[in-house]
């Protein structure tokens, strides 16, 4: 269970109404059970429960059972689009492992506008789901152009582009990366000419067929951590 509190040995947690109903509605925990908990920065910790109401209760820390994992330095930078596709792509994105998920308003980005705490909460339902205790930051919109324009010094970008010839991550460097993944109408001609001509990034082909938006950025993150992972 994913609680926004500090954890540590002895440490009392406080319940929302939610979790309240989640562990003694749901899962019918009571009074002395245990709980593994994490919140994104304190490893996986046990709790035992302290008191169970059905609007609420506590738990209270007793032994830590996991470290805190950091997965590997990839950002996921995707053009959002649809809603049920953009919470895919969130999901999957924690589920893979990216340390990062940055939506990006690109020339053909139909949204101008995301739900960010919609999305950072499915980012920690995906976390919970996958028995992780990282849960990666979603940024909110960035415009792709301005993202370039000040890009952070020594990260290397994977750029996605269908009408690239190129391979894959064979030789690249190791190091912080991040993944650019276009919406369902692609890159501009523009666009693609300028991520082409950046120093930092790298075309790579993610195979002969056009892949949706959502089936690219899983395959983008599989690449990646395939090659460059650990
Ligand atoms: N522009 C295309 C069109 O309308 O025919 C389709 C874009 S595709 C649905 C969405 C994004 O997925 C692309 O911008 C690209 O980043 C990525 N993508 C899809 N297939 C790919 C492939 N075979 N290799 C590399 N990237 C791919």
Redesign the pocket.
Known sequence: LYVDHPLGAGQPVPLTREQAHYLFGVMRLAQGDLVALFNGRDGEWQAQVAEAGKRGGSLVCETQSAGQAVPPDVWLLFAPIKKARTDFIVEKAVEMGARRIVPVQTDFTNSERIRQDRLQAHAVEAAEQCGGTFVPEVADLHRLDRLLADWPEGRQLMF???ASAAGGLDGAPQGPWAIL???????SQAERDRLRALPFART????P?????DT?AVAALTLWQTTLGD
């Open positions: 996605c582009d269908e993944v276009g919406p369902e109408g692609g890159f790579v082909s993610l195979g067929r056009i892949l949706r938006a690219a």
